[in-house]
């Protein structure tokens, strides 16, 4: 589990607001400041499918949450990024949710890859990089505090990124067939699992 040797200081915090209005059929419509957007759920469980459903906006957030911190730590270690690739995929029992059974309802394994194009070859650097990034990601860190959660963060270092890349990197980790093959993926030249953990 990740460490951290300073106390939030409230002067320093950003606080952020969302606001939600439910209209029935599992559908909220979510605003925040500018911006709108409605989270459903498939028709199987009660929605019209219409948007994605709350744990998938969780995934999307921690993809968007580690490539901005990727692209922010870039310059503190001057690694030039041409692209990033990321994916994730993860487990939830919803035996407790749906069943009633009393299991956890959140995500107990997360698998997230992260592939990043850059020119930078020196593997200690890519390293502390990859280190840094996973210690500063706010979504993350959330994943790794949530009790009964694995999150296993595959990083690979390349020359090019293809389609589908980062979702065979993990569909590889798993054991599975890929369900969209990446055509001439680049092999990585540096491949680490959880610098942070």
């Known amino acids: 589990m990740t460490t951290f040797t300073e106390q939030p200081q409230v002067a320093e915090s950003e606080s952020n607001r969302v606001s939600g209005v439910f209209h029935g059929s599992a559908q909220t ?7 709108r957007f409605l989270v459903d759920e498939p028709e199987a469980s009660g929605g019209k499918n219409a948007a994605p459903n709350p744990m998938e906006y969780i995934l999307g957030a ?15 270690h001057q690694i030039p990024i041409q692209g990033i690739h990321t994916y994730s995929y993860a487990s ?21 890859a992260v ?11 890519l390293r502390a990089f990859a280190q840094d990034v996973e210690h500063a990601c706010p979504a993350a860190n959330l994943l790794r505090a949530a009790q ?15 389609d589908h890349d980062a979702e065979a990197v993990v569909n590889q980790a798993l054991g599975v067939p890929n369900r969209n093959e990446p055509v001439n993926a680049a092999e990585p030249f540096l491949t680490l699992t959880n610098p942070d953990a």
């Open 148 to 162: 009964g959660l694995q999150l296993t963060v595959h990083w690979q270092f390349v020359d090019r990124l293809v």
């Open 29 to 35: 419509t979510v605003s925040t400041g500018a911006y």
């Open 62 to 76: 921690t993809n968007g949450c580690i490539s901005v911190v990727i692209e922010a730590k870039s310059g503190t």
């Open 92 to 112: 939830q029992d919803l035996g407790g949710l749906v069943a009633g059974r009393d299991v956890q309802p959140h995500f107990h394994t997360y698998h997230l």
């Open 115 to 125: 592939l990043v194009q850059t020119d930078v070859r020196d593997a200690d650097r």
